[in-house]
């Protein structure tokens, strides 16, 4: 059956929804944490994004990175498949920021919001999408002319996230699996296909969340992550594009 047929997609989303919302996933939960932080700090500053930008996140869930968006002055809104995710980031918000929230599949979504976007965005949600180039040409028409499109994603070329698997209750190979796509050949093949131009990647990080969150792990971090001998394994990859 062919990735982009009806009932292959149907299936495919399906999967992914009862895997989030089935679950107990504690990381999913919004903190304020260095580690989380650090995410959000390192895509606006890859993708150039400023404070008054409209920007989607897509697979925005429960609001783990979309309030930390919200806090730095950007019109942020969110994204997501299911209705439940969606109603929990409405709790976890509590009526601090005025955040619009759109249950669609990105390459379904509503087409009031073509055109509407500064930059469209996403925190490990590349690869639970089911087809990446139907999903880059979807998000190319969410963008005003010149906008841009950024996507943290886990690095398939990094062991600890395999051995994550084994030893994580809440995480399964059926719903992580495309981690193995995040293949920069592969991810920029779809964006190009798409119509995206000025391609760019980068890699960084180095220690779990445990660490990272403790002021000298930051620090050590940054250090660290800045020898070549492993800058190919380090742990998150950054990916950006533009349109003419």
């Given at each position: 059956m062919k990735p982009d047929c009806p009932q292959e997609l149907?299936?495919?989303?399906?999967?992914?929804?009862?895997?989030?919302?089935?679950?107990k996933k504690p990381h999913m939960v919004p903190q304020e944490?260095?580690?989380?932080r650090r995410h959000v700090d390192e895509l606006l500053r890859f993708a150039?994004?400023?404070?008054?930008?409209?920007?989607?996140?897509?697979?925005?869930?429960?609001?783990?990175?979309?309030?930390?968006?919200?806090?730095?002055?950007l019109q942020v809104e969110?994204?997501?498949?299911?209705?439940?995710?969606?109603?929990?980031?409405?709790?976890?918000?509590?009526?601090r920021y005025n955040i619009s929230l759109h249950c669609a599949d990105i390459a379904d979504h509503p087409p009031v919001l073509d055109g509407q976007f500064d930059s469209v965005i996403g925190f490990f949600v590349l690869h639970h999408l089911h087809?990446?180039?139907?999903?880059?040409?979807?998000?190319?028409?969410?963008?005003?002319?010149?906008?841009?499109?950024?996507?943290?994603?886990?690095?398939?070329?990094?062991?600890?996230?395999?051995?994550?698997?084994?030893?994580?209750?809440?995480?399964t190979w059926q719903g992580d699996k495309g981690i193995i796509r995040m293949r920069p050949s592969a991810i920029f093949r779809a964006m190009k296909k798409a119509g995206f131009g000025r391609l760019k990647m980068t890699r960084f990080g180095f220690f779990p969340p445990f660490l990272v969150n403790r002021p000298w792990g930051a620090r050590l971090e940054s250090t660290l992550e800045r020898l070549v001998i492993w800058r190919s394994f380090l742990p998150f990859q950054l990916f950006r594009g533009e349109l003419p």
């Amino acid at each position: 059956m062919k990735p982009d047929c009806p009932q292959e997609l149907h299936r495919h989303n399906l999967i992914q929804t009862r895997y989030y919302e089935h679950a107990k996933k504690p990381h999913m939960v919004p903190q304020e944490t260095l580690y989380l932080r650090r995410h959000v700090d390192e895509l606006l500053r890859f993708a150039g994004i400023v404070p008054g930008e409209r920007v989607l996140e897509v697979g925005c869930g429960k609001g783990r990175y979309t309030l930390l968006l919200a806090q730095r002055g950007l019109q942020v809104e969110g994204l997501d498949l299911s209705p439940f995710l969606l109603e929990q980031l409405r709790l976890f918000n509590g009526g601090r920021y005025n955040i619009s929230l759109h249950c669609a599949d990105i390459a379904d979504h509503p087409p009031v919001l073509d055109g509407q976007f500064d930059s469209v965005i996403g925190f490990f949600v590349l690869h639970h999408l089911h087809n990446l180039p139907l999903c880059f040409k979807a998000i190319t028409r969410l963008l005003k002319p010149g906008g841009r499109v950024s996507f943290l994603e886990p690095n398939p070329y990094n062991f600890l996230y395999y051995v994550q698997f084994l030893v994580t209750p809440e995480m399964t190979w059926q719903g992580d699996k495309g981690i193995i796509r995040m293949r920069p050949s592969a991810i920029f093949r779809a964006m190009k296909k798409a119509g995206f131009g000025r391609l760019k990647m980068t890699r960084f990080g180095f220690f779990p969340p445990f660490l990272v969150n403790r002021p000298w792990g930051a620090r050590l971090e940054s250090t660290l992550e800045r020898l070549v001998i492993w800058r190919s394994f380090l742990p998150f990859q950054l990916f950006r594009g533009e349109l003419p």
